[in-house]
């Protein structure tokens, strides 16, 4: 069965600290790897999509990796701020539905709190 | 418009009252989705419109769930007969095709009492 498994599910860092959220997949054959931003009341904003040729890319402070072996992506946070607390949805689409937004497997995501 | 937009943003209605949602995507943009999304979870495909045409409706729960999207832009989702497991933010995407990158709404918060 398709899955993707988020971890871990909830976090709290200062601010100024790092931190490394983790998505593991069991989605076969695989397309495309995606992480979202989602704020509280807000709908889910994209800041990162990989292909399986991709092992590394970044948006700002955002940097998320991908290992296509293991079926594992991160993504890394680096010098938090508040505007961080969100959650973070590791999203991930099969190659049978390459184009295809309406078969994406979403995570549940991760929680992440930012305290001063 | 700059981004998708949907109303109300917080809906609360009685058991077994009828609501209609509604999203308005980016201008130009073909594909329109419909997201569930519970407490705690990751958005849940409902249905999926190119221009007018409802090309999937897979997701949706019961036959209470009804989606629409006449002239190919504006969308509706209707709930009749609302349940409190309706309750959930209902989400709107829309994207240039179907594969392109999506862009969601502010969701619309529906509470069932």
């Known amino acids: 069965k398709n899955q993707v498994e988020q971890s871990p599910q909830s976090l709290i860092i200062l601010e100024g600290k790092n931190c490394t959220l983790q998505?593991?997949?069991?989605?076969?054959?695989?397309?495309?790897l995606r992480w979202y931003k989602q704020d509280t009341g807000r709908g889910p904003v994209s800041l990162t999509i990989?292909?399986?040729s991709e092992n590394t890319k970044s948006n700002g402070r955002y940097t998320a990796t991908l290992d296509a072996d293991t079926k594992q992506s991160s993504l890394h946070i680096t010098a938090s701020q508040l505007s961080d607390s969100a959650s973070y949805i590791c999203?991930?689409?099969?190659?049978?539905?390459?184009?295809?937004?309406?078969?994406?497997?979403w995570g549940l995501g991760t929680s992440l709190a930012v305290n001063p | 418009g700059a981004g998708v937009s949907q109303s109300p943003r917080y809906k609360v209605a009685k058991r077994g009252q009828d609501v209609a949602l509604r999203c308005d995507p980016i201008?130009?943009?073909?594909?329109l989705f419909w997201y569930q999304q519970a407490l705690g979870q990751g958005p849940e495909f409902l249905t999926y419109?190119?221009?007018?045409?409802?090309?999937?409706k897979s997701g949706l729960p019961s036959d209470r769930f009804f989606a629409e999207r006449p002239e190919g832009s504006v969308s509706t989702l209707k709930i009749q007969r609302t349940q409190q497991e309706d309750s959930a933010v209902y989400l709107c995407?829309?994207?240039?095709?179907?594969?392109?990158?999506?862009?969601f709404g502010p969701g619309t918060r529906l509470t069932v009492l």
């Open positions: 995407a829309s994207s240039l095709t179907s594969g392109n990158e999506q862009f």
């Open positions: 201008s130009g943009h073909v594909s």
């Open positions: 419109f190119q221009n007018e045409a409802q090309l999937d």
């Open positions: 998505c593991n997949y069991t989605v076969s054959p695989f397309s495309n």
């Open positions: 990989m292909t399986f």
């Open positions: 999203v991930v689409s099969a190659r049978e539905y390459a184009g295809n937004n309406r078969k994406l497997i």
